[in-house]
């Protein structure tokens, strides 16, 4: 539809993110309002859409309160009474919490823009950085595989990557953190795919068609169903590229804990990237087309 057409669906996981939320919204907002017409024209020539309608871009932020115990709910409704321009803020609420993965597709299948960003509640990638160099991104790649038929956007998906960050960022990491990123980067390589170099980065651009293919086959709820996405788009032969973006570390990160928790969360990860590869491959996940 024209309204979809015109739509930037912004899908943001949230659990206990009061304190973060407000911050990353004022920025985003105040950048949107800033460079309408310029998003608009990248979303436009990105779904090869140029000069179908008049309208400025509109966005719909889908905030998903992942069962948080703060005052992530009330933070968003506050937000969504002074919006303007035509944007939206919708609040799905979570009962329990069920994992950044279960969020971002939860909100994926309800939202309702042709293009689809995942973007973290910390703000930690700089949005007029990242914005601009996905949506270029995603138009080569929309142009690569437009068929016949042009008014279907195809499936196509940008992750944003911090690999370009990574030679100054293991400057400051801890030992164990470092063995644990080239440990994890291995592991991905190894049993998920060779193409993206950083698959956890929180900041991806979907096409309407890619979010619906890659988020109605996912199954894991959890940190690592990021890989678990690139795997579903490489079968079902999703174009996927990486786009570097600007990143910088946020006060509060949720993997911010001990030697001995996040050595845990790793070997959690490990896990479900194991379980993923032995599931496809024997067939026991089998992929809506």
Known sequence: SEQ???????????YNEAERLPIMLNATLEYLDTNRKEI?????????QK???????????????????????????????????GDTVKLI???KNCGKGGAVKMGMLVSSGQLCLMVDADGATDISDGLPKLLKDIKVLVNQNRSIDSSFLPPAAVFGSRAHLEEESTASRS???????HAFHFFV?????????????GFKLFTRSAAVLLFTNLHLRRWAFDTEALVIAEKLNVSVTEAGVIWNEVDGSKLDVG?????????????????????YFLGIWKLKR
């Open 189 to 201: 390589k190894t049993l998920c795919s060779a193409r993206i170099k950083d698959t956890q980065c």
């Open 259 to 279: 030697k001995v928790t996040l050595a845990m969360v790793s070997m959690g990860m490990l896990r479900d990237m194991i379980c993923v590869r032995a599931c």
């Open 93 to 95: 609420s979570m009962h």
């Open 175 to 181: 030992r164990i953190r470092t063995f644990l990123m």
């Open 4 to 14: 979809a057409e015109n739509t930037l669906s912004l899908i943001i996981p949230a």
């Open 40 to 48: 608009t024209e990248l979303c436009r020539t990105a779904a090869d």
């Open 51 to 85: 000069g179908h309608s008049s309208e400025l871009v509109r966005c719909e932020f889908i905030i998903v309160n992942d069962g948080s115990t703060d005052d992530t709910e009330k933070v968003t409704r506050k937000y969504a009474a002074k919006v303007k321009n």
